[in-house]
């Protein structure tokens, strides 16, 4: 069985807004262990708080048991290695979930393309193109 990590933008579609999940990803998370970062709750709870993100990190954090996920919490060995990744990405956030994703080990879930560039710890989710109504 896989052991996935799900980045914060695909937690946030697997409570909220389930139907923006593509089938291949519900398929993938629902074949395998999945864990969820304490760094996406403190992620959304920063966003949130500066009205970038409209999402409850209480809520978040209430239904990551029931949706069948563990909470994976950021040690001092995931932040420590932080250090040894290529500057490929910015965000903060998102290079704490590629560190534990190398760490734990694994595969970090994202729909993040910039992400892929970290190797075979990341596994991209692409969404199907919206369908656009004929005459458009």
Known sequence: MSRLLLDTHLLLWVVGEPKKLPAAARKRIDGSEVFV???SVW??????????????PAELL??????????????????????????????PFDRMLVAQAKTEP???L???AALAAYGDCVELVTQKPSRRPSGS
Request: glycine share 8%; aromatic share 2%.
């Open 110 to 112: 994202t729909n993040d």
């Open 37 to 39: 970062s304490a760094a």
């Open 62 to 91: 209430a239904a990551i048991e029931p949706a069948g996920f563990s909470l994976l919490p950021i040690s001092g060995e995931h932040a420590a290695a932080v250090s040894g990744l290529p500057p490929l990405h910015n965000d």
């Open 43 to 56: 992620e959304v709870s920063i966003k949130a708080a500066l009205g970038k993100l409209k999402a409850d």
């Open 106 to 108: 694994l595969i970090l």
